[in-house]
């Protein structure tokens, strides 16, 4: 079903370098920034939906000193600053929204660990949370955090080494890794009180997933890993859900591709779901989409209302002056099978060059992002919201070689048939299975091993068995039947009519069940002529009727049934006008045209279609 995404407001502060957002338990939206002077400040925004308002409720003021990186967990009405101090240095700072909405500082500390980079934060609960950054050997370390309930001091709860190998970083550059990379190249996210998850760009520039426990005496022990490889930047991840012993998380990462080992790459935009199991001890990656080619990525995991179904929402620079905002979903079937695709997108043109975006979710079917940009800070709430339409979105492909006159018939809700007019100009009929369920087209058995000349192609379906209206390399009609296997396995040729129907061109063919085949042809005097065919049980067809023609000149031909005894042609007539014709079937084949016609303007090309639903014994018919 298609996303929506409808601004309800927005707002506006002054020059920010980093940029972090995060919601209050009380629906607060707090945004954290290094401002125009270098010095980290917090803004409370309260969002308003029904009164589309985005209101700046108060800041921290001059709270807090001159800080490079900004991460932002947040931990029910208080919240954690992680960022690097005016050394570089990795401070955490305690933060306390307060009754009457101002926000409080509860601790003054210079640092508590050392030289940091590409800081990340994941609260595990209000008083626990866990770092991830690049320390200053270039190693990727894990800090697990407490903060009193009361005083709201921050406390560290081990002093370990580095657990996990070496991050890449936007200064190095190796023959391996030619473009160093841009963005954050560390993510992480909370399973549940005691587990974290953590994605990171190693030395090769590759994406590596790992899982970590926190044991009774606070060591960080990993326990999953997953290596990805390529090459990878831009990291930004989130958690679906609530925490448990399995857990989903969305990440997204720009894939980097070198252009003929030249310093020029191409990058596009990945968004993907894993999930991580503290049960079986594993990392496993649930499905995949592309987002583009997209830079300055956000990414937030929210919901939909008012069935509370999952969504992603990815904030992104789509360009040097274009903010893009994009709904992911997740589809499943009855066997637990997922699929990740894009249901929605809104573009934005309001802010130029830029750098960050941090978008969060504020409460089923809302969400909010953050834009850092050349003039400041952004700030734009949403509605998201399913649309009430019909979302057609594909779910896998295949190709053939050189085709024309294709048409297409339903076997089953998981087979097709194919006929059309080969490169060589024969007949061919191609099968292929098409379930959905397992995101994959594949073909199956064809008809090249019997070629037939034909100029146009019509095709009919009745059970097994396929019916093929050409008109032949000599211009005249002709019929034949097809039996295919229930497993695609085999078509195989049964019967031909032979061209004693004669002349014809702009063929089409529908069914009449249990066992017609109607054709609507132009003959060779110009005018409409429906032949009625039996397919017997043997395979073989019978013409049933012998006229000549039914109705006047024509030069397009659309054919529908109607029911188990009515078809419609809908034509354009000898003046260029659109003409429509009922015509009634008996089981013998004898053709009565209804009494009155439909007429219509001019028109230059037609399709026709019956609609299943029926009102008043009335059907209702659409010419496209």
Request: aromatic share 6%; net charge negative; proline share 4%.
């Amino acid at each position: 079903m298609p996303t929506v995404i409808r601004e309800f407001a927005r707002a506006s502060a002054g020059e920010v370098g980093a940029i972090a957002a995060g919601v209050f338990s009380s629906g607060e939206l707090l945004t954290a920034v290094r401002n125009g002077s270098d010095n980290l400040e917090l803004i409370l925004w309260k969002p308003d939906a029904a009164n589309r308002a985005l209101a700046r409720v108060s800041d921290s003021g001059t709270q807090a000193g001159e800080v490079g990186e900004i991460a932002l967990a947040m931990m029910g009405r208080r919240c954690l600053t992680a960022v690097q101090n005016a050394n570089g240095k990795l401070l955490l700072i305690p933060w306390a929204l307060e009754s009457d909405g101002t926000l409080s500082r509860l601790e003054v500390a210079d640092h508590q660990a050392g030289k940091a980079s590409y800081l990340t934060i994941a609260p595990l609960s209000e008083t626990l949370a866990v770092t991830a950054v690049r320390n200053g050997s270039g190693n990727l370390l894990l800090i697990p955090w407490s903060v009193d309930a009361t005083t709201g001091h921050v406390s560290r709860l081990n002093n370990d080494p580095a657990q996990g190998g070496f991050v890449s970083s936007w200064d190095i550059q190796s023959p391996n890794y030619p473009i160093p990379p841009e963005g954050p190249v560390i993510a992480s996210a909370a399973i549940d009180a005691s587990n974290v998850i953590t994605a990171k760009v190693n030395g090769s520039g590759g994406l590596e997933l790992a899982a970590w426990e926190l044991n009774a005496d606070f060591t960080v022990l990993p326990w999953a890993q997953f290596a990805v490889g390529g090459l990878t930047d831009f990291l930004c991840m989130a958690p679906f859900g609530n925490p448990g012993p399995v857990r989903d998380f969305v990440l997204a990462y720009r894939k980097i591709t070198i252009v003929s080992a030249s310093p020029q790459s191409k990058s596009e935009l990945v968004v993907t779901i894993w999930r991580a199991s503290t049960v079986d001890q594993t990392i496993s990656q649930v499905a995949e989409a592309s987002a583009g080619d997209l830079a300055a990525v956000g990414i937030a995991a929210g919901a939909i209302a008012p069935d509370g179904r999952p969504m992603v929402l990815v904030s992104a620079r789509r360009d040097a002056s274009s903010l893009i905002e994009a709904a992911f979903r997740l589809i499943s079937d009855s066997a637990g099978r997922v699929a990740l695709i894009r249901t929605g997108d809104v573009d934005d043109n309001a802010y130029k060059y830029i750098f960050r975006t941090a978008p969060v979710s504020l409460e089923p079917g809302r969400f909010a992002t953050a834009i850092g940009h050349e003039s400041g800070l952004g700030v734009v709430a949403y509605n998201v919201s399913d649309l009430s339409a019909t979302l057609v979105r594909p779910f896998a492909e295949a190709t053939a070689g050189d085709a024309s006159a294709i048409r297409v018939r339903a076997l089953n809700s998981d087979q097709a048939i194919v006929a059309l007019r080969n490169g060589s100009g024969k007949l061919e009929l191609i099968g292929w299975q098409l379930a959905a369920r397992d995101f994959a087209v594949s073909r199956a058995a064809d008809t090249a091993s019997h070629p037939v000349d034909a100029q146009e192609v019509a095709l009919a379906v009745i059970g097994q068995r396929a019916v093929t209206a050409i008109r032949s390399g000599s211009g005249r009609l002709r019929l034949d039947s097809w039996d295919i296997s229930a497993d695609l396995s085999s078509i195989d040729w049964l019967h031909e009519t032979g061209t004693a129907a004669g002349d014809a061109d702009l063929i089409t063919a529908t069914v009449l069940e249990p066992d017609l085949v109607v054709t609507a042809v132009r003959n060779a005097s110009g005018k409409l002529l429906l032949i009625v065919w039996r397919l017997e049980s043997d395979g073989t067809l019978s013409r049933l009727n012998h006229e000549n023609a039914q109705a006047g000149e024509i030069d397009e031909i659309g054919l529908v049934t109607l029911d188990t005894s009515n078809v419609i042609t809908a034509v354009r007539n000898g003046s260029g006008h659109l003409q429509i014709i009922g015509w009634h079937i008996d089981t013998n084949g004898t053709v009565t045209r209804w009494v009155t016609d439909g007429h219509a303007g001019d028109v230059s090309a037609l399709a026709v279609t019956a609609l299943v639903a029926r009102f008043n014994q009335f059907a209702s018919i659409w010419i496209l």
